[in-house]
């Protein structure tokens, strides 16, 4: 079956820092797409991250020269490095992957999510 495993939330101090990771498999097409949403009680699920096949990175201008992306194709993971967190940035973090098994179509699979909480 499908799985996208996430790991590494948890709770930090204001400016300190988190890695996460997601770990999809059971998928059978190519990935292209990967990334992170972030959902907070009360407001609308938000994209914050993704990385391409060919390792290119976008991020939404709030997390940007704090968030930093990786990826290694061959098993399908990816990684959020999140420095200087700030109680904004306190979510349940999604993973999503990207998948074409052929170029009409695409499906995305989402993982359950790891919760960041960032708090003094």
């Known amino acids: 079956q499908v799985q996208l495993v996430e790991s590494g939330g948890g709770l930090v101090q204001p400016g300190g820092s988190l890695r996460l990771s997601c770990a999809a498999s059971?998928?059978?097409?190519?990935?292209?797409?990967m990334g992170w949403y972030r959902q907070t009680p009360g407001k609308e699920r938000e994209w914050v991250a993704s990385?391409?096949?060919?390792?290119?990175?976008n991020y939404v201008d709030s997390v940007k020269g704090r968030f930093t992306m990786s990826r290694e194709n061959a098993n399908n993971t990816i990684w959020l490095q999140m420095n200087n967190l700030k109680p904004q940035d306190t979510a349940v973090y999604l993973c999503?992957?990207?998948?074409?098994?052929?170029?009409?179509?695409?499906?995305?699979?989402w993982g359950q999510g790891t919760q960041v909480t960032v708090s003094s």
């Open positions: 059971g998928i059978t097409f190519s990935i292209g797409t």
């Open positions: 999503y992957a990207q998948a074409r098994p052929q170029t009409s179509m695409m499906y995305e699979y």
């Open positions: 990385i391409n096949s060919g390792l290119n990175t």
